[in-house]
Nanobody
């Protein structure tokens, strides 16, 4: 069993920055595809960024150039640095691990169903 605990959400004005962190516990987490999903009110959960064990990274187009995902396999941590935040980035952000959602699979509308483990989520609110 894997547990994921997110931290670092909050409220910022447009153009501001936030950093999300995720601490993973359990077996073999360093071997998993890991990433971040988000869900805004009334919308489906969508993949934001994913990183494979070897460091290969995929970003949703709307966050490219603004968000940076990273992982530390030794420490079992995953991070998401979010810069130049926009109001439509407002959502609950979930750390995700395991399953098949890395690479181009992240962009599938059904990607959220192919994640094995989710954290409890952390709220990000961006005001204009």
């Amino acid at each position: 069993q894997v547990q994921l605990v997110e931290s670092g959400g909050g409220s910022v004005q447009a153009g501001g920055s936030l950093r999300l962190d995720c601490a993973a516990s359990g077996d073999n987490t360093d071997a998993y595809c890991m990433g971040w999903f988000r869900q805004a009110p009334g919308k489906q959960r969508e993949g934001v960024a994913a990183i494979e064990r070897d460091g290969a990274i995929t970003y949703r187009d709307s966050v490219k150039g603004r968000f940076t995902i990273s992982r530390d396999n030794a420490r079992r941590t995953l991070s998401l640095q979010m810069n130049n935040l926009k109001p439509n980035d407002t959502a609950t952000y979930y750390c995700a691990a395991g399953g098949t959602f890395c690479g181009d699979l992240l962009f599938r509308a059904s990607a959220r169903f192919f994640v094995t483990f989710y954290g409890q989520g952390t709220q990000v609110t961006v005001s204009s």
